[in-house]
């Protein structure tokens, strides 16, 4: 069998055409979910991207492996000390170990092994292809590479290539050349005046007055990121920037399908689409950026075709991308690792029921350090370290009715609170319980002085930020939280 994984950085699935979005962002992607089993409630069980990216490769939970953050102890793998054998654990039971022990040739085209020095994403690789700018080239550098690839290899049998796309991912930089096709295109219609008032009040991270993480600067090498959305032009820079890398990309895929079809293999290949996350496009007032473990960060598309599997169908259970690892084990008649968290939804693919989960537990602890849950349309989301956005220790959303976020139900479902609570704390007894380690990674970003990308050395310089956009009045709280 032959299998290409296409990992579109940053891709939310409700901005492509197959999960219902109004713009024609992915005309060549919907023309795969056409054929495909597509999936509707996929999330990644950490985020933002190296403990994305660890946990799909591993088969394990961030509490698992360590890997939580982007930087300190909780961006490295657990130590194995004294047990490990020739071999550490992540050359044992990685999914591209394991298909590279069973004879497949392994590829993969991304620098996010460089990008990160995530040392766990090699794992199992035969053949490495870094593009060179760590996460900031565009598809036109990327796409040649893929060509020569499938050009040299494509009539092989058994491999597996895993393809990196950034061009979704912020900051927003489709050539300015490429045709804008949104820009008489409405906005989402969530996004109401009212609420874009609201949230230029908010503050915290890439909220609409500091869309640069903690200010509102540009650069003029990405002119179609802005750097705050206080005006109508700004709003609609903002999404069609998002959704004109979307189409970008999209014009990728098709090329590949195309290079494919040449090769006479597009009917053999198992073909996957999927991200390492979402992006928060207003939702909890955030704008462009993935920094929270709620329904829009950590939900990621997934579309599956090819050998094996029933076309055409739309699977609503709840599934883990770490469920990746067994799925594609069974299929091709392989050892499932004991030591993976996931559990294969290969009956789902053949049409066989949803096969889903009645829980799946999301963590953030790179922006924020928050774990939620998510079961039958609740997401309990429960916050350890705010970020800088001052949320509440608790929240509560119904997200099949308010996918968007915008009304927390915390203070008038004190009972499904305590579901929530009592689930989340359930469910870290258990994999404490399986540990390889007895240090719960989350506390470890705590201790070391918060995530990385809100460390208490961030706050004086963003407070300056605050007072000169006249929100003076969030600063005795932040300093409450977060100045000792």
């Given at each position: 069998?032959?299998?290409?994984?296409?990992d579109?950085?940053?891709?939310?699935?409700?901005?492509?055409?197959?999960?219902?979005?109004?713009?024609?962002?992915?005309?060549?992607?919907?023309?795969?979910?056409?054929?495909?089993?597509?999936f509707?409630?996929?999330?990644?069980?950490?985020?933002?991207?190296?403990p994305s990216?660890t946990?799909?490769?591993?088969?394990?939970?961030?509490?698992?492996?360590?890997?939580?953050?982007?930087?300190?102890?909780?961006?490295?793998?657990?130590?194995?000390?004294?047990?490990?054998?020739?071999?550490?654990?992540?050359?044992?039971?990685?999914?591209?170990?394991?298909?590279?022990?069973q004879?497949?040739?392994?590829a993969?085209?991304s620098?996010?092994?460089?990008?990160?020095?995530?040392?766990?994403?090699?794992?199992?690789?035969?053949e490495?292809?870094?593009?060179?700018?760590?996460?900031?080239?565009?598809?036109?550098?990327?796409t040649?590479?893929v060509?020569?690839?499938?050009?040299?290899?494509?009539?092989?049998?058994?491999?597996f290539?895993?393809?990196?796309?950034?061009?979704?991912?912020?900051?927003?930089r489709?050539?300015?050349?490429?045709?804008?096709?949104?820009?008489?295109?409405?906005?989402?219609?969530?996004?109401?005046?009212?609420?874009?008032?609201?949230?230029?009040?908010?503050v915290g991270?890439?909220?609409?007055?500091?869309?640069?993480?903690?200010?509102?600067r540009?650069?003029?090498?990405y002119?179609?990121?802005?750097?705050s959305?206080?005006t109508?032009g700004?709003?609609?820079?903002?999404?069609?920037?998002?959704d004109?890398?979307?189409r970008?990309?999209?014009?990728q895929?098709?090329?590949?399908?195309?290079?494919?079809?040449?090769?006479?293999?597009?009917?053999?290949?198992?073909i996957?689409?999927?991200?390492?996350?979402?992006?928060?496009?207003?939702?909890?007032?955030?704008?462009?950026?993935?920094g929270?473990?709620?329904?829009?960060?950590?939900?990621?598309?997934?579309?599956?075709?090819g050998?094996?599997?029933?076309?055409?169908?739309?699977?609503h259970?709840?599934h883990?991308s770490l469920d990746?690892?067994p799925t594609?084990?069974e299929?091709?008649?392989?050892?499932?690792?004991?030591?993976?968290?996931?559990?294969?939804?290969?009956a789902?693919?053949?049409?066989?029921?949803?096969?889903?989960?009645?829980?799946v537990?999301?963590s953030?602890?790179?922006?924020?350090?928050q774990?939620?849950?998510?079961?039958?349309?609740?997401?309990?989301?429960?916050?350890?370290?705010?970020g800088f956005?001052?949320?509440?220790?608790?929240m509560?959303f119904?997200?099949?009715?308010?996918?968007?976020?915008?009304?927390?139900?915390a203070?008038?479902?004190?009972?499904?609170?305590?579901?929530?609570?009592?689930?989340?704390?359930?469910?870290q007894?258990?994999?404490?319980?399986?540990?390889?380690?007895?240090?719960?990674?989350l506390?470890?970003?705590?201790?070391?002085?918060?995530p990385?990308?809100?460390?208490?050395?961030?706050?004086?310089?963003y407070?300056?930020?605050?007072?000169?956009?006249?929100?003076?009045?969030?600063?005795?709280e932040?300093?409450?939280?977060?100045?000792?």
């Amino acid at each position: 069998m032959r299998i290409l994984y296409i990992d579109l950085d940053a891709l939310r699935p409700d901005h492509l055409g197959c999960y219902g979005y109004h713009r024609n962002t992915s005309p060549n992607i919907d023309a795969l979910a056409a054929e495909s089993t597509r999936f509707t409630n996929y999330y990644t069980s950490d985020a933002p991207c190296l403990p994305s990216r660890t946990a799909l490769y591993t088969g394990v939970f961030g509490i698992h492996s360590g890997v939580v953050g982007h930087g300190g102890t909780a961006a490295d793998l657990f130590v194995q000390g004294p047990g490990r054998g020739f071999r550490d654990w992540v050359d044992n039971q990685s999914l591209p170990s394991q298909l590279f022990f069973q004879g497949f040739h392994t590829a993969q085209i991304s620098p996010f092994g460089f990008r990160h020095s995530a040392r766990q994403f090699f794992a199992g690789f035969k053949e490495i292809h870094n593009t060179g700018k760590g996460g900031v080239e565009s598809a036109e550098e990327v796409t040649p590479v893929v060509m020569k690839w499938l050009e040299d290899h494509a009539e092989e049998d058994r491999w597996f290539l895993h393809l990196n796309y950034w061009d979704v991912h912020t900051p927003y930089r489709v050539p300015e050349t490429y045709e804008n096709p949104f820009e008489a295109e409405p906005l989402p219609a969530w996004l109401t005046p009212e609420v874009r008032a609201e949230h230029l009040k908010m503050v915290g991270p890439h909220k609409a007055q500091e869309i640069n993480m903690l200010n509102d600067r540009e650069d003029p090498a990405y002119p179609r990121h802005p750097g705050s959305l206080r005006t109508d032009g700004d709003f609609r820079r903002m999404f069609d920037g998002y959704d004109m890398a979307i189409r970008y990309v999209d014009d990728q895929i098709g090329m590949i399908v195309a290079a494919l079809k040449k090769a006479g293999v597009f009917e053999d290949t198992l073909i996957m689409i999927s991200s390492d996350h979402g992006e928060n496009m207003g939702e909890l007032g955030i704008y462009g950026e993935h920094g929270t473990a709620d329904h829009i960060t950590c939900r990621v598309p997934m579309i599956v075709k090819g050998p094996g599997v029933k076309p055409g169908q739309v699977n609503h259970g709840l599934h883990y991308s770490l469920d990746l690892a067994p799925t594609l084990a069974e299929m091709l008649g392989l050892n499932v690792s004991e030591s993976w968290d996931g559990t294969s939804y290969a009956a789902a693919l053949r049409g066989e029921g949803e096969c889903g989960r009645d829980q799946v537990v999301i963590s953030q602890c790179a922006h924020v350090c928050q774990r939620s849950v998510r079961f039958g349309p609740w997401l309990y989301m429960r916050t350890l370290h705010d970020g800088f956005h001052l949320f509440p220790r608790e929240m509560l959303f119904n997200v099949e009715e308010d996918p968007h976020e915008q009304t927390d139900l915390a203070e008038v479902r004190p009972d499904l609170c305590h579901e929530g609570a009592a689930r989340l704390l359930a469910w870290q007894e258990e994999q404490m319980l399986c540990s390889r380690s007895n240090v719960d990674p989350l506390w470890t970003v705590i201790r070391e002085g918060g995530p990385f990308h809100a460390r208490k050395e961030d706050l004086p310089r963003y407070l300056d930020h605050l007072r000169k956009t006249g929100r003076e009045w969030a600063i005795p709280e932040l300093l409450r939280r977060h100045g000792a």
